[in-house]
Nanobody, 125 residues
Framework: VQLQASGGGLVQAGGSLRLSCAAS????????VGWFRQAPGKEREFVAAIRWNDRFTSYAESVKGRFTISKDNLKNTVDLQMNSLSPEDTAVYYC???????????????????WGQGTLVTVSS
């Protein structure tokens, strides 16, 4: 599975961006798709994840109420709507996917087998 993340860019604090993760080679059916981010000098951290088959979602506390993860069956994409962005959200955002992910493992980057190339989100103050 090849993943392509897109939608990053420069936005002012308080603004919004929508990221998209597309899969080529197969559909996301039976996959869990997660979004992670990595800021300069920091470890990669979990942002949100969605289980394709039943839409079960999980969010990091830092983004709850501001970010929404969703799937698009027709486009075969997983999108991350990011609202009320702050400079602390500045990072490279990666999407990842894997099958057979249990809920307790959704937040760990080591769970995911396939990774996209990342898209840069920069939030200016």
């Amino acid at each position: 599975v090849q993943l392509q993340a897109s939608g990053g860019g420069l936005v002012q604090a308080g603004g919004s961006l929508r990221l998209s993760c597309a899969a080529s080679g197969r559909t996301f059916r039976s996959y869990t798709v997660g979004w992670f981010r990595q800021a300069p000098g920091k470890e990669r951290e979990f942002v949100a994840a969605i289980r394709w088959n039943d839409r079960f979602t999980s969010y990091a506390e830092s983004v709850k109420g501001r970010f929404t993860i969703s799937k698009d069956n027709l486009k075969n994409t997983v999108d991350l709507q990011m609202n009320s962005l702050s400079p602390e959200d500045t990072a490279v955002y990666y999407c990842a996917a894997s099958q057979g992910v249990i809920v307790s493992a959704m937040r760990s980057p080591t769970t995911y087998r396939y990774w996209g190339q990342g898209t840069l989100v920069t939030v200016s103050s």
